[in-house]
């Protein structure tokens, strides 16, 4: 397997990463030089081939996403980057934005070209001041070099700009009807969908939103063709995936995985993970971020794939990787999970706003052996009807963590029962 | 002003007063500018978590409790926090210069635990480091960053 970095291949590399120069020098900007001259078709076609997933968490399939948009008629089409980074135990985006940021600029610049769109915004979470400071530089370098403004790269009518927009802590805004409502001056709560955002979307016009990894990645399947990209990662999903490690294990950071790699080596390899931090084992993962399940040692195995995951009930997500060692009670964990969706509960719904509260009732309970016998039936019921009435993805994946904690490892919530 | 600059103009106006909050006068200044409601105004800033109401300590202390920070030994700084400061989350001290309270993740997970203080975050502490970090802020230094 070719474990060549594609997506962080630049970054270490520029002395300046907002710089134009630099960036053209280390194969920057080819991929748009190519965009302008295909066909929109060919493009579209070149990321279907790549089987590119959406690299914020959902994996919906890039290409169906800008097909969709693609179909339908109306204008301006607005291109939206979501960096809303706000999944605990993702910091990847931020990688991106602040030492390559340009590369996503490329991705967006490629959408603008395939959708005629005239204006681009990028959300960036309000904790990511510096960040946002780092991104300016390269849009106004970007700017100044013609890659942004009007009759970009001298074709003319090629006009497109990005302003950025920021943020002021809000992890529902992750969310892509929220982040448009959030850029609108609105509170950051989610639409009800349908109407879909490719159809109604920002300013109630059809909007592309991608992730900031999603956009990064439209310049590597150009440069390299559509096929090269899905051979590179595995069959349900092509490319590498940049990973965020962190907890219990000995090399905390991002890595680039190329999508198929041995899962256990992304824990315990040298080059990834490194394995536990103070020597003791790894009890349980958390993947995808705090919507996502918790992974057990017995399911750890095959590849890090989309597939590979789904066929153990697992999700790479946004490629979170929050290892806990055996000193975390898997109890504990969960109480803490679902504190932080009480927290960030928007309050539109109410299985969400009251149904979370109640069940972080009940695991306090769990926690403080105050629970009682029929209580983890009653929490699982909860669980089931939070997730299944919840208006949005925030609180149908709330209970995704405590769900898996309660089928993997019943016994330990059994063993905090009184009596 | 185009309505995307508004959570913009609300952090600025913050991170430029006194007390670190938006106050009535700041919420009717932006309303105007934006041709906005007061209310809806209002209700923006008291719902991202970002925007204060409430006059705030010179620093406040966020500590990360999400749970790559939290089994990382956020609680433990928590503690040293509180110790250091002699105060309750969200109480303000006597001299009016700290407070502190829990903060979900900031993206900075590979360096936990971690403290954001305005918009720098200082990692991988220990009880020393979080020691020096309120000395150096009570000095009207700025906070080494410990990584």
């Given at each position: 397997m070719n474990k060549e970095p594609v997506l962080l291949k630049r970054i270490g590399k520029m002395?300046?990463?907002?710089s134009v120069e630099e960036y053209t020098g280390l194969g920057g900007f080819a991929a748009l030089r190519k965009a302008v001259q295909m066909d929109k078709e060919d493009i579209l076609k070149e990321i279907d081939t790549a089987n590119l997933r959406g690299r914020?968490?959902?994996?919906?399939p890039a290409g169906r996403k800008w097909r969709q948009l693609y179909g339908i008629e109306g204008t301006p089409k607005y291109i939206v980057c979501n960096?809303?980074?706000?999944?605990?135990?993702?910091?990847?985006d931020k990688v991106l934005l602040e030492k390559d940021p340009l590369s996503v600029i490329e991705g967006m610049l490629v959408a603008a070209c395939v959708f005629d769109s005239p204006e681009g915004f990028i959300y960036i979470r309000g904790e990511y001041h510096t960040v946002r400071q780092a991104f300016q530089k390269a849009v106004d370098s970007a700017a100044a070099a013609g890659?942004?403004?009007?009759?970009?790269?001298?074709?003319?009518?090629?006009d497109f700009t990005i302003t950025i927009v920021s943020g002021?802590?809000?992890?529902?805004?992750?969310e892509n009807s929220a982040l448009l409502n959030s850029i609108e001056g609105k509170t950051g709560r989610p639409r009800v969908k349908p109407p879909h955002l490719a159809e109604v979307?920002?300013?109630?016009k059809p909007t592309l939103v991608n992730n900031v990894e999603t956009f990064a990645c439209i310049p590597v399947i150009l440069n390299i063709g559509g096929k090269a990209f899905l051979e590179m990662g595995a069959e349900d999903g092509g490319g590498t995936k940049l990973v965020s490690i962190s907890g219990h294990l000995k090399n905390r950071g991002v890595f680039e995985v190329p999508l198929g790699t041995p899962f256990e080596d992304v824990l315990y390899a040298e080059e990834y993970g490194g394995g536990p931090f103070e020597g003791k084992p790894i009890k349980f993962l958390h993947l995808g971020g705090q919507s996502g399940p918790l992974a057990f040692p017995e399911q750890?195995?095959?590849?890090?794939s989309y597939k590979g995951l789904e066929d153990k009930k697992l999700a790479i997500g946004s490629g979170a990787i929050v290892a806990m060692d055996e000193s975390v009670s898997v109890v504990e964990y969960s109480k803490k999970v679902m504190e932080f969706f009480v927290y960030e509960s928007?309050?539109?719904?109410?299985p969400c706003r009251i149904g979370t509260t109640r069940i972080l009732e009940l695991l306090e309970d769990f926690v403080s052996g105050a629970a009682e016998k029929g209580d983890i039936e009653k929490l699982d019921a909860m669980l089931t009807q939070v997730m299944a009435l919840s208006a949005c993805g925030l609180g149908q994946t709330a209970g995704v963590a405590v769900r898996s904690a309660l089928t993997h490892r019943r016994a330990e919530f059994e063993a905090r029962i009184s009596g | 002003m185009n309505k995307e600059n508004l959570l913009d103009t609300l952090l600025a106006r913050q991170n430029a007063s006194k007390e670190g909050y938006l106050d009535r006068e700041a919420i009717a200044a932006v309303a105007e500018e934006f041709a906005m409601p007061e209310t809806r105004v209002f209700e923006i800033a008291s719902y991202y978590?970002?925007?204060?109401?409430e006059p705030q300590a010179k620093y406040v202390l966020e500590i990360c409790n999400s749970t790559p920070c939290y089994f990382s030994k956020s609680n433990e700084v928590a503690a040293w926090v509180e110790g250091e400061?002699?105060?309750?989350?969200?109480d303000v001290t006597g001299d009016g210069l700290f407070s502190w309270h829990y903060t979900p993740c900031v993206g900075a997970c590979d360096i936990g635990p971690v403290i954001k203080v305005r918009d720098t975050v200082y990692g991988d502490l220990t009880k020393e480091t979080v020691h020096a970090l309120i000395q150096d802020l009570r000095n009207a230094k700025n906070g080494k960053k410990f990584r």
């Amino acid at each position: 397997m070719n474990k060549e970095p594609v997506l962080l291949k630049r970054i270490g590399k520029m002395r300046d990463p907002a710089s134009v120069e630099e960036y053209t020098g280390l194969g920057g900007f080819a991929a748009l030089r190519k965009a302008v001259q295909m066909d929109k078709e060919d493009i579209l076609k070149e990321i279907d081939t790549a089987n590119l997933r959406g690299r914020g968490g959902a994996a919906y399939p890039a290409g169906r996403k800008w097909r969709q948009l693609y179909g339908i008629e109306g204008t301006p089409k607005y291109i939206v980057c979501n960096a809303d980074e706000g999944e605990p135990g993702t910091f990847k985006d931020k990688v991106l934005l602040e030492k390559d940021p340009l590369s996503v600029i490329e991705g967006m610049l490629v959408a603008a070209c395939v959708f005629d769109s005239p204006e681009g915004f990028i959300y960036i979470r309000g904790e990511y001041h510096t960040v946002r400071q780092a991104f300016q530089k390269a849009v106004d370098s970007a700017a100044a070099a013609g890659f942004l403004g009007k009759d970009i790269l001298g074709v003319k009518g090629f006009d497109f700009t990005i302003t950025i927009v920021s943020g002021a802590g809000a992890y529902v805004c992750g969310e892509n009807s929220a982040l448009l409502n959030s850029i609108e001056g609105k509170t950051g709560r989610p639409r009800v969908k349908p109407p879909h955002l490719a159809e109604v979307g920002l300013n109630q016009k059809p909007t592309l939103v991608n992730n900031v990894e999603t956009f990064a990645c439209i310049p590597v399947i150009l440069n390299i063709g559509g096929k090269a990209f899905l051979e590179m990662g595995a069959e349900d999903g092509g490319g590498t995936k940049l990973v965020s490690i962190s907890g219990h294990l000995k090399n905390r950071g991002v890595f680039e995985v190329p999508l198929g790699t041995p899962f256990e080596d992304v824990l315990y390899a040298e080059e990834y993970g490194g394995g536990p931090f103070e020597g003791k084992p790894i009890k349980f993962l958390h993947l995808g971020g705090q919507s996502g399940p918790l992974a057990f040692p017995e399911q750890i195995g095959g590849a890090y794939s989309y597939k590979g995951l789904e066929d153990k009930k697992l999700a790479i997500g946004s490629g979170a990787i929050v290892a806990m060692d055996e000193s975390v009670s898997v109890v504990e964990y969960s109480k803490k999970v679902m504190e932080f969706f009480v927290y960030e509960s928007c309050g539109k719904c109410t299985p969400c706003r009251i149904g979370t509260t109640r069940i972080l009732e009940l695991l306090e309970d769990f926690v403080s052996g105050a629970a009682e016998k029929g209580d983890i039936e009653k929490l699982d019921a909860m669980l089931t009807q939070v997730m299944a009435l919840s208006a949005c993805g925030l609180g149908q994946t709330a209970g995704v963590a405590v769900r898996s904690a309660l089928t993997h490892r019943r016994a330990e919530f059994e063993a905090r029962i009184s009596g | 002003m185009n309505k995307e600059n508004l959570l913009d103009t609300l952090l600025a106006r913050q991170n430029a007063s006194k007390e670190g909050y938006l106050d009535r006068e700041a919420i009717a200044a932006v309303a105007e500018e934006f041709a906005m409601p007061e209310t809806r105004v209002f209700e923006i800033a008291s719902y991202y978590a970002m925007l204060e109401i409430e006059p705030q300590a010179k620093y406040v202390l966020e500590i990360c409790n999400s749970t790559p920070c939290y089994f990382s030994k956020s609680n433990e700084v928590a503690a040293w926090v509180e110790g250091e400061l002699d105060v309750k989350p969200g109480d303000v001290t006597g001299d009016g210069l700290f407070s502190w309270h829990y903060t979900p993740c900031v993206g900075a997970c590979d360096i936990g635990p971690v403290i954001k203080v305005r918009d720098t975050v200082y990692g991988d502490l220990t009880k020393e480091t979080v020691h020096a970090l309120i000395q150096d802020l009570r000095n009207a230094k700025n906070g080494k960053k410990f990584r």
